[in-house]
């Protein structure tokens, strides 16, 4: 059973950056694509960014597109997700997920998702 943990989440004023982090383990995580969603009060759970296995294949949300870069650490089992240029619309739970298929398109759709983490809270006030 793979296990995720995100960290690097907090409170921060808008126009800052934070970096997450996602921490695989129990499984091959070189062998998966990796994404980031996200969950404010009230509303779905909504697609951030992937990775494909090997870190060539990067997608985006249009909403953080320009602000947000994800990137991955095979040999570190971790995936991160850079965001910058902070707005209070980005506030809400951020969580990461693993795709044990690994090829083909980066999916959009947490429910093509297979192992999820619990989530770390981001808070950008104005």
């Known amino acids: 059973q793979v296990q995720l943990v995100e960290s690097g989440g907090g409170l921060v004023q808008t126009g800052g950056s934070l970096r997450l982090s996602c921490a695989a383990s129990g499984g091959i995580f070189s062998t998966y694509n990796m994404g980031w969603f996200r969950q404010a009060p009230g509303k779905e759970r909504e697609f951030v960014a992937a990775?494909?296995?090997?870190?060539?294949?990067?997608v985006y949300a249009d909403s953080v597109k320009g602000r947000c870069t994800i990137t991955r650490d095979n040999a570190k089992n971790t995936a991160y997700l850079q965001m910058s240029s902070l707005n209070p619309e980005d506030s809400a739970v951020y969580y990461c997920?693993?795709?044990?298929?690994?090829?083909?398109?980066?999916?959009?759709?947490?429910?093509?998702?297979?192992?999820w983490g619990q989530g770390t809270q981001v808070t950008v006030s104005s």
């Open positions: 990775i494909g296995w090997t870190a060539v294949m990067r």
């Open positions: 997920a693993a795709d044990r298929r690994g090829y083909g398109i980066l999916r959009r759709t947490a429910a093509e998702y297979d192992f």
